[in-house]
């Protein structure tokens, strides 16, 4: 019993506390990218039903450009389906890139939509389009914040 290494045993159980910490310290980081996550994910689904609503008011005035409100809908189903990859394991870098292309496919249907819509001066003063056009203004300034928010926190993590 005299003869234990106590150095040895100091120095083992210094460095098990300090690798618990670092881990603690990740797992913080983890939740914390997790929440940031979910604001996002909350702006995300609150847009997808705006942009809805648009394309359910715009779609019967606007038949000779139909092209622009399928090109519309299909880079919301693509937002959509990488949103839902993206629920499932937050933490992952490949799924929050497709993400992030397919963010851009969104945003650039929708201001080509919107500006077709501004053309159409019958359909702009319409409740049915100003309501969802006013959300969306709205939710551009959410998003920025709290994808901001979720950037800070993967550069944290």
């Known amino acids: 019993m005299r003869n234990l290494p106590w150095g040895w045993l100091l120095a083992l159980a210094g460095i098990s506390f ?4 670092a881990y603690n310290r990740v797992m913080a ?3 914390a990218l ?10 995300i689904q609150a847009r997808q039903q705006a942009i809805g609503s648009l394309v359910d008011a715009v779609e019967p005035g606007m038949a000779a450009e139909r092209s622009a409100i399928e090109a519309m809908v299909a880079a919301q189903v693509r937002v959509a389906t ?3 990859v993206v629920r499932r394991r937050p933490t992952t870098e490949d799924p929050v890139a497709v ?7 969104l945003a650039a249907a929708l201001a080509r939509l919107q500006s077709l819509v501004e053309q159409h001066s019958e359909l702009c003063h319409e409740p049915a389009v100003t309501q969802p056009t006013k959300d969306l203004l709205e939710l ?14 993967a550069n944290a993590y």
């Open 29 to 31: 980081l983890r939740g």
């Open 82 to 84: 990488a949103a839902e």
């Open 34 to 43: 997790v929440a940031a996550w979910l604001q996002l994910d909350t702006v």
């Open 18 to 21: 300090r690798m618990l910490g």
């Open 99 to 105: 993400l992030a292309k397919a963010e851009g496919d």
């Open 140 to 153: 551009a300034v959410r998003m920025r914040l709290t994808r901001q928010g979720f950037n800070d926190a």
